[in-house]
């Protein structure tokens, strides 16, 4: 009888000791578990933050690009071979810009300037300027060479640069507001009072970026 008692309460002492042991491993088990989780959770988090950082396409972008042929010299892909100006040249949307670059003689310059960006104004900021003032400034090289030089700005702005304000090649400055692909200069800075906005930027030449814009910028008084 003393042995079977005997037996039996080391029996019970085994399995209470095997239980507590079963215990302690599943614990561990779930701390490990736990701090896997955390570790993917937290992989999945960089990975996300990775994934936010991806920068914005370098290709054109704005509604006016519209306007921009889609093959040809003029377009995004044959104006990347030529310097800026015989770029414009090519370009349709461009060709009142042109005949003002021309009229200066600023042709050769803006070919022959590396790294440079250039506010194009498009067409219809030139047909917001009163006819009798725009035909006043074509035929004021001075004036119109202080205007024209007032767009352009020494140095390639990607999109992300070109927020602020920058010294142009009339050294004064103009101050662009912005940020991914909306930009505009106050209207205090264009010869219409308007705010003029970036329709179709980051358009690439040989040696320039080139931001199409629908306003013709004046230049500080001086």
Do not use: W
């Not at 290709?59 to 093959?71: D, H, L, Q, S, T």
């Not at 506010?119 to 006043?136: R, S, T």
């Amino acid at each position: 009888m003393k042995n079977s008692m005997l037996t039996r309460g080391v029996l019970l002492t085994a399995v209470s000791t095997l239980a507590i042991t079963l215990s302690a491993c599943g614990s561990d088990d779930s701390a490990e578990d736990t701090g896997a989780a955390a570790d993917t959770s937290s992989s999945m988090e960089s990975s996300e933050t990775t994934d936010s950082a991806t920068p914005v396409s370098d290709e054109p972008f704005g509604e006016g690009c519209a306007a921009v042929p889609a093959e040809g010299e003029g377009s995004f892909t044959g104006m990347t071979d030529d310097p800026v100006a015989t770029a414009a040249s090519n370009n349709p949307a461009l060709s009142t810009l042109v005949q003002a670059v021309t009229a200066a003689n600023l042709g050769d310059t803006l070919n022959t300037t590396d790294d440079i960006t250039v506010l194009a104004p498009a067409n219809p900021a030139f047909e917001a300027v009163p006819a009798d003032a725009l035909n006043g400034l074509l035929a004021d090289t001075a004036a119109l060479t202080t205007v024209l030089t007032h767009h352009v700005i020494p140095g390639r702005l990607a999109p992300d640069e070109l927020a602020g304000t920058h010294t142009t090649l009339n050294n004064d400055e103009v101050t662009i507001e912005g940020s991914g692909e909306d930009f505009s200069i106050a209207a205090e800075g264009t010869v219409t009072q308007m705010e003029a906005s970036v329709i179709c930027g980051n358009v690439q030449t040989a040696n320039a970026t080139v931001y199409i814009i629908d306003q013709v910028l004046a230049p500080a008084a001086s």
